[in-house]
Structures are given as structure tokens and as C-alpha cells.
């Protein structure tokens, strides 16, 4: 028996499984793709805007760094310091104190990384669902298949090795799609989730700078009162 015999003597059931199957492999593979263009920008657009916006802030160019952020759309860290430039830039003179920046420019970064962090995260969920319910649905399959078969052989009455081999052959079929389908989805959710949490730590500590600049500038400007 060849793979096409075994998918044409499929039942209904069978069929509707390895449908079901086929479609949420399409799905996982829609997924992947685009999390990989989106990452791949994403780390792109950062490595041009980290040394342009290293300059800004040296030569305390605020506004300047803001239209620096904005040309890098893609970039998890420009979105996430923008944030945190718009905030200081609009309230610097209502500022009282250091600490009165810090939580305006604090809450206004972790906002930002939040939001970041749950558009890059858009999807993986998908991945993980896929990658934990696809063998088992390739199995619902097989047990389907099998009694089918069991079914078949007790209404021939008449059994044998080769009449059950081959009904549990095409019963397998769906576990194997199962396999197929949920291993690139495990693979690939484990990557895009380190890469994730590599981004997290590169906005947090981009967070942290921006903060030490806020901070530094504004204490030298109280001080200077």
C-alpha cells in the first residue's frame, strides 16, 4: 500500500481530520512567515537607530531624537524610547522634581514596552496552540481509523494480520499528519520566543538609559536654579 492508496481508502472522518490538519499547518506556516519578516525588521530598524539616537541624546537634542524614533517604525526600540522622549519633551517645565519625572517618564516607557512587547507576541499563541493540539488530533484520527477498521473486519466476519494491518495503516496516517504539522510549530515557538525575550531585554535596558539621561539632565537643571 502507497501514501496515495492509504489517503483514497480514508474514511469521511478521517478525511475531515487530515482537512483540519492541513489547514491549521497553512496557519502555522502564515505565522512563522511573518513573525520572521517582523523580527527581522525589528532588529534591522534597531541597529540604524541606536547610533543615531546615541548622538541625539549626547548633544541633549530631544526633539531631534523624537523625529529619529519616528522614521523607525519597525524598530521595538524606537517605539518603546519615543514613548519616553514625547513624555519628557511635553511636560519638562511642569516637572517639580526628579522623582516627579521619573514617574511620568517611567510609566509612560513601561506603557510602551507593554504594548511592544504584546504586538510582537501577536501570534505565538497561535504557534503553542497549534503545536500542543495538533498530534492529538492526529490521534482522535487514528482511534477513529482503527474502529473503522475493527468495524469492517466484525462485519466481514473474517480477520487476519492483513486485513488488520492494513486498516491500521491508514488509521496512522492522521497521527502522522499530527506529527508533521505540530513539530515545525513547537520548533518555531521556541525561537520566536527567545528572540522575544531578548527584545524585552533590549527595551528594558534601553528604558533604564533613557531614564539615567532624564535623570542626570534634569537634576543638573534643578541645580542649576
Same mark, same amino acid.
Given at each position: 500500500?502507497?501514501?496515495?492508496?492509504?489517503?483514497?481508502? $480514508?474514511?469521511?472522518?478521517?478525511?475531515?481530520?487530515?482537512?483540519?490538519?492541513?489547514? /491549521?499547518?497553512?496557519?502555522?506556516?502564515?505565522?512563522?512567515?511573518?513573525?520572521?519578516?517582523?523580527?527581522?525588521?525589528?532588529?534591522?530598524?534597531?541597529?540604524?537607530?541606536?547610533?543615531?539616537?546615541?548622538?541625539?541624546?549626547?548633544?541633549?537634542?530631544? $526633539?531631534?531624537?523624537?523625529?529619529?524614533?519616528?522614521?523607525?517604525?519597525?524598530?521595538?526600540?524606537?517605539? =518603546?524610547?519615543?514613548?519616553?522622549?514625547?513624555?519628557?519633551?511635553?511636560?519638562?517645565?511642569?516637572?517639580?522634581?526628579?522623582?516627579?519625572?521619573?514617574?511620568? =517618564? %517611567?510609566?509612560?516607557?513601561?506603557?510602551?514596552?507593554?504594548?511592544?512587547?504584546?504586538?510582537?507576541?501577536?501570534?505565538?499563541?497561535?504557534?503553542?496552540?497549534?503545536?500542543?493540539?495538533?498530534? +492529538?488530533?492526529?490521534?482522535?484520527?487514528?482511534?477513529?481509523?482503527?474502529?473503522?477498521?475493527? $468495524?469492517?473486519?466484525?462485519?466481514?466476519?473474517?480477520?487476519?494480520?492483513?486485513? =488488520?494491518?492494513? %486498516?491500521?495503516?491508514?488509521? /496512522?496516517?492522521?497521527?502522522?499528519?499530527?506529527?508533521?504539522?505540530?513539530?515545525?510549530?513547537?520548533?518555531?515557538?521556541?525561537? +520566536?520566543?527567545? =528572540?522575544?525575550?531578548?527584545?524585552?531585554?533590549?527595551?528594558?535596558?534601553?528604558?533604564?538609559?533613557?531614564?539615567?539621561? +532624564?535623570?542626570?539632565?534634569?537634576?543638573?537643571?534643578?541645580?542649576?536654579?
Amino acid at each position: 500500500m502507497n501514501l496515495m492508496h492509504i489517503l483514497m481508502e $480514508q474514511s469521511v472522518a478521517g478525511w475531515a481530520v487530515l482537512l483540519f490538519l492541513v489547514l /491549521l499547518s497553512v496557519y502555522s506556516l502564515a505565522v512563522m512567515f511573518e513573525k520572521w519578516r517582523a523580527y527581522r525588521a525589528a532588529r534591522k530598524e534597531s541597529l540604524q537607530f541606536l547610533p543615531a539616537f546615541v548622538r541625539c541624546l549626547k548633544d541633549s537634542r530631544i $526633539q531631534e531624537a523624537i523625529e529619529t524614533s519616528r522614521k523607525y517604525r519597525h524598530s521595538h526600540l524606537a517605539k =518603546v524610547v519615543a514613548a519616553g522622549l514625547m513624555e519628557y519633551s511635553l511636560d519638562e517645565g511642569e516637572f517639580k522634581d526628579a522623582h516627579d519625572m521619573i514617574g511620568a =517618564v %517611567g510609566r509612560a516607557l513601561d506603557r510602551a514596552n507593554a504594548l511592544t512587547s504584546a504586538e510582537l507576541k501577536k501570534g505565538l499563541g497561535g504557534l503553542a496552540t497549534i503545536g500542543s493540539t495538533a498530534p +492529538f488530533i492526529g490521534l482522535f484520527g487514528t482511534v477513529i481509523g482503527i474502529i473503522n477498521a475493527f $468495524q469492517g473486519i466484525a462485519a466481514a466476519g473474517s480477520g487476519g494480520l492483513a486485513s =488488520v494491518s492494513a %486498516g491500521i495503516s491508514e488509521a /496512522l496516517i492522521a497521527t502522522a499528519f499530527g506529527l508533521i504539522v505540530a513539530i515545525p510549530a513547537v520548533m518555531a515557538f521556541n525561537y +520566536f520566543t527567545s =528572540v522575544l525575550e531578548r527584545f524585552q531585554i533590549e527595551m528594558s535596558n534601553s528604558s533604564a538609559e533613557l531614564m539615567d539621561f +532624564f535623570l542626570k539632565k534634569t537634576e543638573a537643571l534643578h541645580a542649576g536654579r
